[in-house]
């Protein structure tokens, strides 16, 4: 695999990145929270190299070829993402500096980001689509550490981005409890659109 082909995957790849959606939502809320930027991150670029395993280990073609575990993994992504969005605008998070953060609290910041993540069936078709394309049957690198390499790229993308997002929410909504409201509802709305459009386009095949 050449450096041109590494470069142009990065090209690509990072045009998914800054388009919001779930993640963005995500490490938004995480931002207006107090240090959970990082774990809640965590959580979700494990999502993403979870993805990339299993696309590289040939199982994303399986699965893609079963419409009923696409279906699943479908629903169960779609349900999460509605319950979470739901309970941001129950609740809109203000920025705060909590007096405890227990590491339990982290722990669980880790999990929902790898339930956004994991369980977005976008994330997978987006592997799913991307990875094989940019890999070199006959490059010295077995395709699947191929693969493996370019998850790796465009996780660390998201990673970067994902904690100029959440810090940067941070910073600029610290001292603006109102505009901070607005901005988490906002970010729970945008995770019931997407959850309401992964169920319709199930519903529609």
């Not at 938004?28 to 993805?51: Q, T, Y």
């Not at 395709?143 to 600029?172: D, K, N, R």
Request: with cysteine; aromatic share 10%; charged share 5%.
């Amino acid at each position: 695999m050449t450096f041109s082909v590494f470069v142009a995957f990065w090209a690509v790849s990072m045009l998914f990145v800054i388009t919001p959606g779930a993640d963005w939502a995500y490490a938004i809320s995480a931002g207006l929270r107090n240090r959970v930027v990082i774990p809640a991150v965590g959580g979700l670029l494990s999502g993403h190299l979870i993805a990339t395993m299993v696309v590289a280990g040939g199982v994303g073609t399986l699965l893609a070829n079963h419409p009923v575990a696409m279906s699943v993994l479908t629903v169960a992504g779609a349900t999460y993402l509605l319950w979470l969005g739901a309970n941001m605008l129950a609740r809109p998070a203000t920025p705060h500096a909590d007096t405890a953060q227990a590491s339990g609290s982290w722990q669980r910041w880790a999990l929902k980001g790898l339930c956004v993540s994991g369980l977005n069936p976008k994330v997978f078709l987006l592997f799913l689509a991307l990875l094989p394309q940019f890999a070199d049957t006959t490059a010295p690198w077995p395709v699947p550490i191929q693969m493996i390499a370019l998850g790796l790229v465009h996780t660390i993308s998201c990673g970067v981005i994902y904690l100029l997002v959440g810090f940067g929410s941070q910073v600029v909504l610290r001292a603006r409890p109102a505009a901070a409201q607005m901005v988490s509802r906002f970010s729970g709305a945008t995770m019931i659109i997407i959850a309401i459009t992964l169920f319709t386009e199930r519903m529609l095949g």
